[in-house]
């Protein structure tokens, strides 16, 4: 079992929606949450960092930590064509890095 | 403040080869980690060098190495080449100040192996 599991889609929506991406993790260690954004042939670029559970608003992205389920999620209001990348979760445990696999959306116009 | 900078941005090798990766952290970013991305596998956490000294090591063969200067650049290098090392090559700078400091992407390196 993958520390962190991440459903990689595709996932395809209209503009204007909201969207809700999510990953879950296995260890309790982990102490800090990040979302990145990857447009194709390019490095991902941090989205979201929170540390503690609860929601984390910045525009029309807002990220949610629930630690007692091991749950997090990212929602993405008004969503745009631009929007359009693959969103990869991350969180840390001391100095390590762990990857969701990435869910890939798509918003059509 | 310029982001991180690596170079080559695409590289094509032959199986058997030795190739170098570089990357430049952001100003006054004193941790660099390496990561490989692929299509199957995702991105996998290669190795982390801070002040010039391997901190942490993923799970990846010997033929991938790294090292890192005082001025913060890092290499990294893969020798024998396979066809599956053929992926996304990825630097990421942090500042390190404490254990929450996000990290920050470069671009990344593209290697084909043939």
């Known amino acids: 079992q993958k520390e962190v599991e991440q459903d990689p889609g595709p996932l395809s929506v209209p503009e204007g929606a909201i969207v809700s991406l999510n990953c879950t993790y296995s260890?309790?260690?982990?102490?800090?949450f990040m979302w990145y954004r990857q447009y194709s042939r390019k490095g991902p670029e941090l989205l979201m960092y929170?540390?503690?559970?609860g929601n984390k608003e910045d525009g029309r992205f807002t990220a949610q930590v629930d630690k007692s389920s091991k749950y997090i999620s990212l929602f993405i209001r008004d969503s745009q064509p631009s929007d359009s990348a693959t969103y990869l979760c991350?969180?840390?445990?001391?100095?390590?890095?762990?990857f969701g696999a990435g869910t890939i959306l798509r918003v059509k116009s | 403040k310029a982001g991180v900078t690596q170079t080559p941005r695409y590289l094509i090798k032959t199986r058997g080869q030795q190739v170098t990766l570089s990357c430049s952290p952001i100003s006054g970013h004193r941790s660099v980690s390496w990561y490989q991305q692929t299509p199957g596998q995702g991105l996998q956490f290669l190795f982390e060098?801070?002040?010039?000294?391997?901190?942490n090591k993923g799970n990846f063969p010997g033929r991938f190495s790294g090292r890192q200067f005082s001025n913060s650049r890092s290499e990294m290098n893969v020798s024998t080449l396979e066809l599956g090392d053929s992926a996304l090559y990825l630097c990421a700078s942090s500042p390190w100040t404490s254990g929450k400091d996000e990290q920050f992407f470069g671009p990344g390196t593209r290697l084909t192996v043939l």
């Open positions: 260890n309790s260690a982990f102490q800090y």
């Open positions: 060098y801070f002040s010039e000294t391997q901190r």
């Open positions: 929170t540390y503690s559970s």
């Open positions: 991350a969180m840390k445990r001391g100095n390590k890095l762990v």
